[in-house]
């Protein structure tokens, strides 16, 4: 992939690893269509760099997905690359959680169903420009599952194969997927141990996407992915140690 002179769509880019990467990739002269719920931010990111293009959108509502595919169709036909970032954890307990079914749909909507809609309406777009690419963030949590967060887990699964699948369906667009380990993020504060930065999963990214590299394992993930094949009862005694606070 060429690192720079590229328009890239970065969801959930206000906070974590979306702000990481963002930085990242500004850094390599590129310009970076923002998309998030904090207007606040947004602003205050497009006030630091005028290569920093903010869209306020909730990609969980189609109403708002309808609204940034015409921003893009009209104003930014020369997106080529899209980041899916954004991302939602609740941890709880199916027999102990009163407010279940919320938590459920909203982990699906924005972790599962939101990407692969924009990925739908954005592909037209996509396919019309060079050095075009997706790039889905999942988390090794789809590989190897914690007991406190099943929905999460299954959406990350969920994004894992859909990845998988959509890359050998596509051929004028390349499919990225980022499998992180924990990283340190408002997301995870006060859950787990040994978190890594965003901005190392970053460097990381980055590394890997101008090789080609279309699974990038980031940091613990390389081994986790290895142990879970020749031993899974060891991989999934490592994330329930990692998870415990």
């Not at 081994?223 to 094949?229: E, G, P, S, Y």
Request: net charge positive; glycine share 6%; charged share 25%.
């Amino acid at each position: 992939m060429k690192l720079h002179g590229n328009k890239i769509l970065i969801t959930g880019s206000t906070a974590g690893i979306g702000e990481a990467l963002l930085k990242k990739l500004l850094g390599l002269d590129n310009q970076i269509i923002a998309l998030g719920r904090n207007e606040f931010k947004l602003k205050q990111l497009a006030q630091w760099d005028e290569r920093i293009i903010p869209f306020s959108c909730d990609i969980s509502k189609d109403i708002d997905l309808d609204r940034l595919i015409l921003f893009i169709e009209q104003e930014h036909p020369d997106v080529n690359i899209l980041i899916n970032n954004a991302g939602i954890q609740h941890n709880y307990h199916f027999a102990e959680e009163p407010q279940l079914l919320g938590k459920i749909e909203q982990e699906i909507n924005v972790n599962l169903l939101a990407p692969i809609k924009l990925i739908a309406l954005l592909l037209p777009v996509l396919k019309g420009n060079d050095n075009a690419a997706i790039v889905n963030v999942s988390s090794g949590l789809g590989l190897v599952p914690k007991k406190q967060a099943p929905v999460y887990c299954c959406t990350k699964a969920g994004i894992h194969i859909f990845s998988k699948s959509l890359r050998d369906q596509l051929q004028d667009v390349k499919v990225f997927e980022i499998i992180p380990p924990l990283v340190d993020t408002r997301m995870t504060t006060g859950r787990g141990r040994k978190k890594i930065s965003p901005e190392q999963l970053a460097d990381e990214f980055v590394d890997a996407f101008k090789k080609d590299k279309y699974e990038i394992r980031i940091g613990k993930v390389k081994l986790l992915k290895v142990i879970n094949r020749l031993w899974p009862s060891m991989a999934e005694l490592i994330i329930r140690k990692g998870a415990e606070k």
